[in-house]
């Protein structure tokens, strides 16, 4: 039965519910009354539910499927300005009791290296992130209790935050680990997370439950209902997404929104952040061999359908997909991205041996993190090194209150161009900061408030000159 605020997994991702949307947005799929009428809904700006957003998605009508991803521009450029936030993942430990026939972690893949970084190992990569300019990490580890205890990753994240450097400081880390108990969740909200993120990979149960054949992560109950421990341990912020390439896309879509329906229904708040990963070749996997991959037409359609009806959630995109794919979906709703990434564990002070090769999947965009920066620059974006709302408290629906009152323009507008002029000081090849440097001065003028506006420019000021309050 489907029932949004149940906390059982097969309630609020009933299965039934998932194959009525997807013969409700068939039959809908042109429909161009309802079409336009749901495209004026989601102007307002509220959303829409899975099922609307199940409608659009299957939409086929070209003027049609133009205005929605207008509108997708649109909302994106009212929620989240010109900022893209910036992170770096850090894989810990690639120790997996998992059979995930995707994933090159499985635990019968012999020929990938198995590492686990210790504490003084993570400093040394930390402080290799620090001084690329990198202020927020996602940390992300293999399923295997024995190895990958809660206290070690209670000790990494202490280890992570305790590091200064120069002016370098991780101040934001969030963490993508296995499904774990209520208690564990409260020690890692103890610990200062950020976002805690967990992809369910598939919503299709019966996929799930073959793609997952062995391990802990075999049970599906246990992996969907973890956002909802998450949340009762106290963690506000939970990040989730789905593996693209695994089941049907439209499938995938409508289960997504409803985990999200539900979070916010049972919780009062939303998840926040999306993440849309898309399958890739790995060692020991082959991508090609699962046969659900989407295009870049339909994937750009996802971003955009996914902005549209959560417009108050960050999306985040990895270096999974290529410059040419980032640059698209950028326009349409994605608003954290990751740079200069590595997917093995250890690489990022030093390159890994040929023979001991241990990364997660193919990264497709191997740019730099000043490139990154750069590139984004010149296309009018604001790189944003920004982690107050985690450091003054506001987080869950503290925050998705701030963004709903539209307040987050005045306040995240400034701090991102204060971080960004202070990465520029710091870590900027000399090329990337003189770009920089202009289009700080250009978005300036753009902070509405006037008192606001002055505060920003003495502060910017002052970070020139070298002195930082
Ligand atoms: N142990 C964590 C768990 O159980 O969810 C996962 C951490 S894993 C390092 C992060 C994510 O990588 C997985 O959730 C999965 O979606 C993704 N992943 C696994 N294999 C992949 C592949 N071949 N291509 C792209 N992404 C993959």
């Known amino acids: 039965m489907y029932d949004v605020n149940s906390k059982h997994a097969d309630d609020f991702i009933n299965q039934e519910e998932i194959l009525e949307t997807l013969a409700y ?24 539910t899975h099922r609307e957003a199940s409608v659009l998605l299957a939409c086929e009508d070209a003027d049609m499927n133009e205005k929605i991803f207008r509108l997708a521009e649109q909302i994106k450029k009212d929620f989240y300005g010109n900022r893209i936030v910036l992170f770096a993942p850090l894989y810990l430990s690639n120790y997996c009791i998992n ?27 930390v402080i290799a992130l620090q001084d690329m300019g990198h202020k927020r990490l996602a940390l992300e580890a293999g399923e ?9 990753y209670l000790d ?30 409260r020690l890692l909200k103890e610990a200062g997370i950020g976002t805690y993120i967990l992809f369910q990979e598939t919503y299709h149960k019966e996929s799930y439950l073959q793609l997952h054949p062995t391990g802990p992560k075999h049970d599906y109950n246990y992996h969907t209902e973890a956002m909802d421990r998450a949340m009762e341990g106290g963690i506000d912020d939970v990040g989730v997404g789905v593996l693209f390439g695994l089941d ?15 979070l916010e229904a049972a919780f009062g708040v939303g998840p926040h952040t999306i993440s849309v990963p898309r399958l890739r070749n790995a060692d020991d996997i082959d991508a090609d061999a699962f046969t659900n991959g989407i295009d870049d037409d339909t994937f750009a359609k996802i971003v955009a359908c996914i902005r549209i009806a959560v417009p108050y959630t960050g999306m985040i995109i990895s270096t999974r997909e290529s410059q040419k794919t980032r640059e698209r979906v950028l326009h349409l709703g994605i608003s954290q991205i990751s740079g200069g990434s590595r ?12 023979d001991e090769k241990s990364e997660q999947f ?10 990154v920066v750069r590139w984004l620059m010149e296309m009018d974006y604001l790189p944003s090194f920004c982690t107050a709302c985690y450091r003054e408290g506001r987080t869950g629906d503290r925050f998705m209150s701030l963004c709903k009152s539209g307040q987050i323009q005045n306040c995240c507008h400034p701090n991102a161009l204060m971080t960004l002029e202070e990465y520029l000081m710091d870590y900027a090849s000399p090329e990337t900061k003189a770009i920089g440097d202009k289009l700080i001065d250009k978005e300036v003028l753009n902070v509405p408030n006037e008192k606001a ?6 502060n910017l000021r002052l970070i020139r000159e070298n002195n930082r309050r």
């Open 99 to 125: 059979g995930c026939t995707y994933c090159p972690y499985h635990m019968k893949n012999k020929h990938i290296a198995r590492k686990k970084l210790t504490q003084e190992e993570i400093r040394k990569e």
């Open 453 to 458: 506006r002055q505060v920003v420019l003495e």
């Open 343 to 354: 997917t093995s564990v250890g690489g990022y002070c030093e390159p890994e041996p040929e």
């Open 144 to 152: 295997d209790p024995v190895r990958n205890t809660m206290e070690y």
């Open 362 to 371: 193919d990264v497709i965009d191997n740019r730099t993190l000043d490139e």
């Open 156 to 185: 990494c994240i202490n280890t992570i935050y305790s590091i200064k450097h120069k002016n370098g400081a991780i101040r934001r880390v969030n963490i993508n680990i296995a499904a774990t108990t209520v208690d564990n969740y």
């Open 248 to 262: 049907k896309f439209r499938y995938e879509f409508a289960g997504l929104l409803m985990h999200a329906e539900h």
């Open 25 to 48: 947005a068939d039959e809908n799929k042109n429909n161009l009354a309802l079409i336009e009428s749901l495209i004026e809904k989601a102007k307002l700006r509220k959303g829409l």
